[in-house]
């Protein structure tokens, strides 16, 4: 069974710097996609970064702020968050598709199949 568990949010203050991990169990994950998504309260959930292989999406508010990663030897893929502004403020998820697609790196929630449980970043001003 696939699963998946982020860890590293917390509180930080504007400026600031945060490194989220995303733990990987149940398969070998190196060709599969892997997501981040946000979801700040009352809003929808929205893409943040993903990667395939060596491509990698970011959606425009985060662009030169943050970076996707991964280990593949490790089963675990990173959200490196710096400059990091109070509406970055959310539940960060990671996800991964259950098959193998070709194209471009995929960028909705509709196109992954596995969610963690979430970690909660707050940034305060």
């Known amino acids: 069974q696939v699963q998946l568990v982020e860890s590293g949010g917390g509180l930080v203050q504007a400026g600031g710097s945060l490194r989220l991990s995303c733990a990987a169990s149940g398969r070998t994950f190196s060709s599969y996609a892997m997501g981040w998504f946000r979801q700040a309260p009352g809003k929808e959930r929205e893409i943040v970064a993903a990667i395939r292989s060596s491509s990698t999406y970011y959606t425009d508010s985060v662009k030169g702020r943050f970076t996707i990663s991964r280990d593949n030897a490790k089963n675990t893929v990173y959200l490196q968050m710096n400059s990091l502004k109070p509406e970055d403020t959310a539940v960060y998820y990671c996800?991964?598709?259950?098959?193998?697609?070709?194209?471009?790196?995929?960028?909705?929630?509709?196109?992954?199949?596995?969610w963690g449980q979430g970690t909660q970043v707050t940034v305060s001003s």
């Open positions: 996800a991964t598709e259950a098959t193998f697609r070709w194209g471009p790196v995929p960028r909705t929630s509709y196109e992954y199949d596995y």
